[in-house]
């Protein structure tokens, strides 16, 4: 295995525990991918994230295939979809965290009562019309939510978060959850004001360059 390889499979051991500690996920139901040569490294099915090793991560190739000691989590699909779909996305990351949870258990979408939904992407965080988890039917409606957006809500499900790294995907499903909760404590408060599409245009230009970068040795 290549040394960059073993890396990658230790962050996502490692994304997947801060997952769960975070408490943007609950026990094995998130799973995480990372874009590795020509397919895919995927967190397995089924097992409890602090009993997982580098070498337990599956390689999932494009066709499908599965390469690894276990079976590749329920949600391959979406995940191969995407990636094989979206060539500005090197990670995604499906959690079920609570407060992004309940607005897509209502069937609804975010709408931009904050800036920082801009690093969503867009004015609008979409909720995918509900499907039967691991189905082609479920990543189908999960591409069309992520159209034009890095993230999307799964109706009576979770939520996704992409990104060009794990580190940025991550970040991303956690500034959703904070949206999430902001958004419904607001509701509770009032009736929310949502910023126009012309001001969150103007933010997504700026957040280009936004959000969490790796340390760089100094010269």
Same mark, same amino acid.
């Given at each position: 295995m290549k040394d960059a390889e073993y890396a990658l499979r230790k962050?996502? !051991?490692?994304?997947?525990?801060?997952?769960? =500690?975070? /408490?943007?996920?609950? /026990?094995?139901?998130?799973?995480i991918s990372v874009r590795w040569e020509d397919g895919l490294l %995927?967190? @397995? #099915? /089924?097992?409890?994230?602090?009993?997982?090793? @580098?070498?337990?991560?599956?390689? $999932? #190739?494009?066709? /499908?295939?599965p390469h690894g000691p276990h079976k590749p989590s329920s949600e391959?699909?979406?995940? =191969?979809?995407?990636?094989?779909?979206? &060539?500005?996305?090197?990670? !995604?990351?499906?959690?079920?965290p609570n407060h992004s949870t309940a607005i897509a258990i209502t069937g609804q979408e975010i709408p931009a009562v904050h800036y920082? %939904?801009?690093a969503a992407g867009g004015p609008t965080i979409r909720c995918a019309p509900y499907a039967t988890f691991g189905t082609d039917e479920l990543s189908k409606n999960a591409l069309a939510a992520l159209e034009g957006r890095l993230t999307c +809500? $799964? &109706?009576n499900h979770g939520a %996704?978060?992409?990104? @060009?790294? $794990?580190?940025?995907?991550?970040? $991303?499903? #956690?500034?959703?959850?904070? +949206?999430? =909760?902001?958004?419904i404590l607001a509701r509770q408060a009032g009736e929310p004001v949502v910023l126009d599409d012309a001001e969150i245009? =103007? !933010?997504?230009?700026?957040?280009?360059?936004?959000? @969490?970068k790796a340390k760089t040795a100094e010269a």
């Open positions: 962050e996502i !051991v490692a994304t997947c525990i801060a997952m769960d =500690r975070s /408490g943007i996920n609950q /026990g094995t139901s998130g799973n %995927i967190t @397995p #099915s /089924g097992l409890a994230y602090e009993t997982m090793a @580098p070498e337990d991560i599956i390689f $999932l #190739s494009m066709d /499908g295939t391959w699909r979406f995940h =191969r979809d995407i990636l094989k779909a979206r &060539a500005d996305f090197n990670a !995604v990351v499906h959690a079920h920082m %939904i801009a +809500l $799964l &109706a %996704i978060a992409c990104g @060009p790294n $794990l580190r940025k995907a991550f970040w $991303l499903m #956690s500034e959703i959850e904070v +949206l999430a =909760r902001q958004y245009a =103007r !933010v997504v230009e700026k957040f280009k360059s936004y959000g @969490p």
